[in-house]
């Protein structure tokens, strides 16, 4: 834009804009501005007050602005022409008005009004501001964005320039963008900041809520500056000080909405910045200033969050406090603040004006509670009542302990300040009660922090009486009150001083030895008593001791004394206790309790104590001085003997023992280990004791880890060891024996090393040394597999003096000690290992070198640091030395201690672990009496590590041995036997052990045994094991031959006892089903599992015999069971691992004579399990493999069981197996195959194609895959496709016509062989398609249809049969068919090569392999074999043209011709070309034909290059020459058919060549129009017409030379009328190709318009009178003329047809009515079709054609008035087409002369019911507009109802001469009330005054007594009721009505029943159009319908109820009371 544009455009006012902007355009808010210039300042006006009007009813605020804005005055108002200051207050009035607005912007009438505020005051341009403040609210609505497509945006420098693009997108403006402008412009924040304020100015501050007036814009305001605040991270300075302002005036407005919103604002704000602590001070008073009921929690939570977030501000004014405490409510609003964890801050500035405020009103007995009111919506005022509100918030919220002692500080000062100004006891009184009670409230809640609070005030102010005053208020009860001090007796106890709470006790004694002391709490001084009982300091305890006997004993019970002595750990307190608890007299109900007591007294060695326990008289204690020095010892003793001696010795025990601590524990272990050493108590009691002492052992010993507790004193400790040697001194027997006392020896010892207690050890052992028992206690200790015992008696052993351990002679003589030290050296612990040889080399070293032992232990030892390093050099050591043959003395030796019963197990199992590693067989030897020992124990083998250590000597070392020793063996087997020792020793038998085992037997016992144990035996893992054994050993065959023949062998046995006279040479008698469950057979099945998969079996082929004599005896059995089948499937299994076991070693075979192939055989026919099939076709697989000779010779038999049975399984491992079959036999069939073998090979494929039903879906196309891939997919492709379809054919029903002979209906069969076609490569496909065209042209028809089944073959016949040896041979064999079956074979067999050839699928793979140059032969070879096949048929189809089969060869000459078809659609399309140009030279006219439909078919889905195109051009003669020829002397009807479809040969060519080749086809044009006059066939002629429509469509211009003669060769056919009713086919193709040329030349056609009009017309009226006889392809005929009198109305220019229209229009007036109705379509439609000058251009011309047309009517005066509606009807729509598209300038006159033209002429009265019928059509048009015009024609209308109503004429003057005069009467009067209707129906601008209501009303009225001849009802109900009560609608006016209704009623008293009938129709509508407002009417009314109540017509007073009922209905109250 230039510099100049620029300062013009900044000079522009608004005005210039609106004066200078575009014509056709106006802006609007409700129409598009094309639309709205077209509307004139009347009908805008008008809708402003219909918008205004209906916003009064809404709000009475608008009816100022009807006289203003509104005022038809202001309508023609110019902006430009007023003052300034006219224009200032014209823009005052307009904000004032758009503020109103505001709240109802999304209404319909607040709409309607800005459109009129921007068509006159152009607001859109002079008061932008305040059209955005009135609807920015709105801003996500579609109105909103409406709206600002009003403005203009586009000025950069206009501040609203960034709304331009949501202006220009129409989308909705999001909040985000408009919060983002406002935080970036500061003129835009003001503008929205602003909006609130300007609301509530203009309607007020009282009305809130969501229907306040104000509520969207303080919304929107609120909504934007929230956004704004959290824009960014931070917000700007300046932001918050533009903010500030408005902020302030939120927080002063009087409006709860602006208020809330400004608490919102400032909330967010503080959230998020640092606010001035001035500016934030200033604010804090107008927070609650002006709070109100409505908005007091949303001010007190804005304070709340202030001081939470402002770190500045600690506090706020006590005025702000005092607004609060005025707030109804409040107590409620801070206990909801309070739960949600809001209040923290809050509490402290609170408590600190409200408690002293509250205590003060106390002082002044100020306390009504100001929490009562709530329903005040004004400001709150008066003076607030403070107690009862910090009453309630103490009562109702939970504090924390910090803010509870802030208040009881507040309390407190509070209270000593208004205790001193206190002047009257009564101030004093209630400030004492009051504050005592808030105290009291406190200490329930708050008991800590008020107790620390009290304390900390009283420690600072001692001295200070009123502080102490203060605490006694927290005393509940005068009975707790102190001395003189004041101070209470409680706090003293709970002192935390001691002197204090001595102070307490004693004030406590002395209450209790008053007089009050009966009214004390008994809890409370039992409770305080024993407390200071058990305080920390003495004085305190000592002090309550110093309490009256008799007190405590009342207080205090004995038990609690117990506890309290047993807590406390001075004497100086518990002895005084006890002596209290020794006088107590309930002492004996706690004897248990006290006896616990003296034993952890006892335990802890207080004398005194026990002293005073034993002078209570205990009854264990009986007897007992403790004055003595021994006095323990003797405790223990006493109490020992007493508890023997005790009736219930274990209950006492049990008891003592019970809730025990350790003291006691302990103390009870040692007095039963005294208890023990007695002599003189029983063995029970000593072995209850026992039991007893261990449990107690275990429990000290937890007890003392887990809480690391004192152990025994060592007194103690040494009594208990001496009284537990002198047990085992003592034992009445071998306490080795003993596990009991072993056990508490072993545990106790264990005790008193790890506490070390050397001496008392020692002490253990010297006694062991002096009885003389070191050697075996020793053993017996050690072994018992306790490393840390083990550890230290050998630390003990070793670190006795020499003299002692030489003394004990344990190298000579301690056999039990050397031999458990070689056996320790066996532990995995190396520091045992190691002290062990420390003791043997000490050993060694103290003896004389003479023990037996001595050598052995010297050579152990000269490998000390190898043994210490790992124990495993123990037994290499061992079996080194052993077998060097330097020890054997020792070994025999070590083999004397191993078999002595009296060793311990564990020390056997060493030694045994020692000799491990030394194999030789003599230990096996040496030990079998210890095995023999274990075995045979009755009571179970004690040790069965021992017993496994003693198997292991069972290994290949000693197999042989095993064979020599039969003792030895037996063992063996007793161990295998043996269920605790049965895994292991099935274990020990590996493959080298088994292979050693020289006897057969032997090994087979082995077998025998372990198939034995593993039926027996119910442990998963001893099978498991023998599993295992199983597969590691190698297995002879001949060593299980006899347990398999062992059923046969029992089964010949069972025979010849039964029958010695029958002897058998084989096994053919199998064992009963029942014997399956024989030992034998369980053996033999077993055996067989294990057999499945043994790899590693020796002689495997000796197998062979046996198993096939399992399955014939099998076999032989009638009856099948699961057993039966289950053992042939392991059988089976079996075979098949022995075979592919002997096919993998080659040089070991089988005899063929031991296959018993014929037994596998007949396994499969025999069973019906399908595990069986697979594994007898698995064995038959490797059978193949081996022999293939011998199984092709069964390989028939095999297939056809395998097509009946296996296929159909539907398993994976169904599929695998037939597969593998596959993949072995047949290879080696196809490798044998000879001159017959490809005729058995066709046989296999036979027997699964007649499986293919019963095989799964989804395994056919994988079977039959692997079928032909594995016999040759190119040799045998077609085969298979052949057997497939003859299976299809002679399976399913043959179909009785050609009709049926569809393949993909009748089964799946052929679509299954297209997706098996796609397996293979296309060359193999194509092959099979070309040999199987050869196939079938190879067989030979037969005529006959005599045989309808085949017919047996002779056996001669049959021997043929069978020589036959080609694979075609096999395929389908025409001896044994019905030539119906062939046919129907060599139908589906084409029909699939078609499907085939145009399958998608090889479509696809012929794409992809277009390079492949096989292909071409292939292609080619197909092709050939096509042509040849096509003569064969068709040489087939000559020769049977007069059979009956002549139609079957038609329809398979077709698919010949389609197998054809589909090869060349795969062609190259010169390929195709030549091939097509030659068919079409063929001699038969079938040939042609088809080439011609070959043609058809490719040329219109082909793209062809230009070399193709020449050579498309080439077969353009040939096909005309066919098309043209008329001399063939064929059959005509065949030559009609080969010139229809070579015409449609040449349409195509013309589509495709034409554009490039015009002048041939030009000169082609013209011969046919030649033709076309001398072709007498018609269909031919049809064909033509059809090629003449496309040659005029592709050549246009080109073919103008032909145009006259192809237009008269149209033209004559559609003259020939006769001719096109007899033959549609004809007629549709001359009117398809009359619309061609009219499309395609319009141009060219005016000299012939005005007969193809009239032509067209006249066929279109022919076509509709037809009506039902065009169904259908006859009803393509009336489409096709819509169709062309639509291109008629739509090609041509006015100029030329508007002409015509008139012409056309004077010819058909006199040919038929229908003829009229098609001219005035197209009359519509072009009318539709034109333009604004056309429509212009051509007025007058459509006007005089309508004037003419509108006229019908009156032309045919005397036609039935009925029938001429229609014709009628069509003129008036088309003349509304015209109306509708003038202007009002150019209506209004139209309007004028159609009314002149209707009334000028009198006596022509026919032209008013056209009038009245045009007009009601206008009125429905254009509605409300049309009041403006039908103001002309209501004295007419008036004064015709009045002329022809019957009952004020005695003569109808209308109508006079015409025969159909009251017909016509009667469409008038219709016609003019429905056009009156219209008129009061769409009245928006008071068409309808009193003036019209007075002309119009009697004549109306009067009609109800225009009685005419039929229909007088039907007429009043559907014509003058509707329009009367539509007229007083629209009047308005209730004092009309009452002349309008008193004028009905008086029609009630008409002579006639029908008038009153009528009548009261009349008034029931108008009662339910008016609804209440009727009810003004009654009084006119009543009187009426009380005379027509007693009527004397029945059916008058019936519906007179009626009426009165639906009255009654509408009004709501009845109305018998007026009559």
Known sequence: MTSLANQLKSLALPHTQAILGDERKRVSLLFDPSEAANIDKEAVFAIGISGLEELVEVDNIFIEYQKSLFNESASGLQRLTQTSDVNKKLDETIKLFLLHLSPYFLLKPAHKTLEWLIYRYQVHLYNIDDLLVCAFPYHDSNIFIRLLQTLNLSDPKSKWHWLEQAQKHGTQLPCQTIATHAYKDEGFLNFVSSIPEQFIDVHGFERTGSNSPVHAAVAFYTKIILMGIHMSTTVKESFIAQLATFLLKGLKSRNDEYKC?????????????????????????????????????????????????????????????????????????????????????????????????????????????????????????????????????????????????????????????????????????????????????????????????????????????????????????????????????????????????????????????????????????????????????????????????????????????????????????????????????????????????????????????????????????????????????????????????????????????????????????????????????????????????????????????????????????????????????DWSGDWHSSESVVKLYHSFLSNLI?????????????????????????????????????????????????????????????????????????????????????????????????????????????????????????????AKFLEEGKFASTLNELLKLIVDETLPGAMVRGLMLALSSYRDSSVLVGIKDLLRRLLDSNEGVADTRLLCACLDRFDESSAELLAKEKELWDLFVTALQSPVCQQHALSLVSKKMFDGLQLAALKGAIISHSLDIYRKTEHVSVQTEISKLIKRITLPAEVVTDILNSPLNAEKTDDSMKTKKFKRSEVKTSALPTGLDGTEWKRVRLLLEWLQNKKKLENSGLLITPLFNLITCLLETSLESPESDYMKHLLLGSLDNVLNKLNSESDEKVPVDHLNIESIVQCIRTSQNPQTHQQALLVLKSAAKMYPNRVLHHVMSIFTYMGANIMRQDDMYSFQIITKTLDTVVPEIVKASDDSGEYTITSIVRVFVDAYPHIPEHRRLPLFSKLLHTIGDYKYLYACTCLCIENLTTSSPIPESTNEYDWKTTSSQPVFLLSLFTKFPLTSQLEACTRMLEFLSSLQYDSSDAAAKPARKTPKKAKLVKSKN?????LFDTTLRTPKQLRHFTYESSAFIVSLLSSSAFVEQVVNNQDDSDLTSNFNQLVEMGLCYIGFVAKETSKYANHPTAKFWKALLHKAYEVLDKVNALLPSLVFIDVISSLLKSDLILIRRKALDLLNNRLPQTVFKENELNSLVDLIPIVKRIALDHTSEVDDNEDTTNRQTALFSLKILTRVLASTHSSLFAELLSELCEVFANMQMVAVQANILLLFGELICQLKVAALPSLPAMISCVVSTLQQHDLLHSNHLLWISAITTLQKIVESVPQFLSQYLLDLTTIVCKQSSVVTSGGAIYKGYKAQLPLRLKSLRESLAREFSPRVLVPVFIKTYTELIAYKPEAVEMLMGIVADHIASMGKEDLSAQYHKLLDLFLLALDYRATQHEADPFLLEETETSIISATLKMIVKLSESAFRPMY?????????????????????????????????????????????????????????????TLFQSSLHRDTKNMLLCKAILNCLFKCFLYDTEGFVNKQRFDMLMQPLV??????????????????????????ALAVGDDSLWKPLVYQICLKTRHSSAEVRKGSLHVLRNLNSKLGEDFMTLLPETIPFLAELMEDDEEEVELLCQDVIADMETVLGEPLQKYF
């Open 1366 to 1370: 080609s694979i075609s041979d096999g």
């Open 1902 to 1927: 009067d009609q109800l007594e225009n009685l005419v001849e039929e229909g007088y009802e039907e007429y009043v109900k559907e014509y003058v009721v509707p329009c009367t009560s539509q007229l």
């Open 1792 to 1852: 004028f002369k159609l009314y002149a033209w209707a009334t000028r002429e009198a006596e022509v009265s026919d032209r008013l019911i056209t009038f009245y019928r045009l007009s009601d059509q206008i009125a429905e048009t254009l509605r409300g507009l049309f009041s403006l015009f039908a103001s002309h024609i209501v004295k007419n209308a008036s004064d015709v109802l009045n002329l022809a109503n019957s009952s004020k004429t005695s003569k109808n």
């Open 754 to 878: 790890a506490e070390r207690k050397v001496e008392m050890i020692v002490a253990t052992v010297d006694s062991w040394i002096q009885k003389g028992d070191f050697d075996r206690s020793f053993v017996t200790l050690v072994m018992r597999e306790d490393d840390s015992l083990t550890l230290n008696l050998l630390h003990l052993v070793i670190e006795l003096p020499d003299d002692i351990l030489d003394g004990l002679h344990l190298a000579q003589n301690g056999k039990f000690t050397v031999g458990c030290l070689l056996s320790l050296l066996m532990s995995d612990q190396k520091m045992i290992r190691k002290l062990v040889l420390k003791l043997l080399a000490r050993l060694d070293g103290l003896s004389d070198n003479s023990y037996k032992l001595h050598s052995f232990v010297a050579a152990l030892l000269s490998q000390s640091r190898e043994i210490k390093t790992d124990y495993l050099h123990v037994p290499e050591g061992v």
């Open 261 to 729: 919103s400004a608490y919102m604002i400032l909330s967010s704000l503080c959230s998020r910045v640092s606010l001035d602590s001035n500016f934030v001070q200033s604010i804090l008073p107008l927070l609650t200033k002006r709070m109100t009921v409505r908005n007091g929690y949303e001010a007190i939570s804005c304070l709340v969050l202030v001081l939470r977030t402002q770190p500045s501000i600690q506090g706020f004014p006590k005025r702000c406090f005092k607004h609060m405490c005025r707030l109804p409510g409040i107590v409620q609003h801070l206990e909801h603040l309070h739960n949600t964890g809001s209040l923290y801050t809050f509490w402290k500035p609170l408590m600190k004006y409200l408690v002293p405020a509250a205590i003060k009103d106390c002082r002044l007995g100020v306390t009504s509670s100001s929490d009562g009111g709530g329903a005040n919506e004004e400001l709150i005022a008066g003076k607030p009542s403070y107690w009862p509100l910090l009453e309630s918030l103490l009562s109702d919220c939970e504090l924390d302990e910090d803010h509870a002692g802030y208040i009881i500080q507040l309390m407190c000062e509070s209270y000593v300040e208004n205790k001193q100004s206190c002047h009257t006891e009564e101030s004093q009184s209630s400030l004492t009660e009051r504050v005592q009670a808030m105290l009291r409230l406190m200490e329930q809640k708050y008991s800590q922090a008020v107790d620390a609070e009290i304390q900390k005030q009283m420690e600072s102010c001692d001295d200070n009486k009123l502080m102490q005053e203060f605490a006694l208020l927290s005393i509940s009860s005068f009975k707790y009150k102190g001395s003189d001090d004041g101070v209470s007796m409680l706090l003293r106890l709970n002192s935390p001083y001691p002197p204090v709470r001595v102070q307490g006790v004693q004030m406590l004694a002395k209450l209790l030895q008053s007089e009050a002391a009966d009214s004390i709490d008994g809890e409370f001084v039992s409770n305080a008593l024993d407390a200071r009982l058990r305080d920390d300091d003495v004085s305190v305890a000592a002090a309550v001791l110093d309490v009256d006997y008799t007190h405590l004993h009342h207080y205090l019970s004995a038990k609690q004394l117990v506890d309290v002595i047993k807590s406390v750990h001075t004497n100086k307190i518990r002895v005084p206790c006890c002596e209290v608890l020794a006088r107590h007299p309930h002492i004996a109900a706690i004897t248990d309790d006290v006896m616990k007591l003296a034993l952890m007294n006892a335990h802890q060695r207080n004398r005194d104590i026990l002293s005073l326990i034993c002078s209570m008289g205990l009854p264990l204690l009986e007897g007992l001085v403790v004055k003595k020095a021994n006095y323990y010892e003797k405790f223990r003793e006493t109490v020992a003997k007493n508890i023997a001696v005790h009736d219930q010795p274990n209950t006492q025990m049990e008891i003592l023992m019970e809730d025990a601590n350790m003291d006691v524990l302990q103390e009870m272990f040692a007095v039963l280990v005294s208890l023990c050493a007695m002599k003189s108590v029983s063995l029970d009691t000593k072995r209850v004791a026992l039991s007893h002492l261990i449990q107690l052992q275990h429990k000290i010993g937890l007890q003392t880890k887990s809480q690391d507790s004192a152990n025994f004193p060592e007194e103690s400790l040494a009594a208990i060891n001496t009284g537990i040697i002198k047990i085992f001194e």
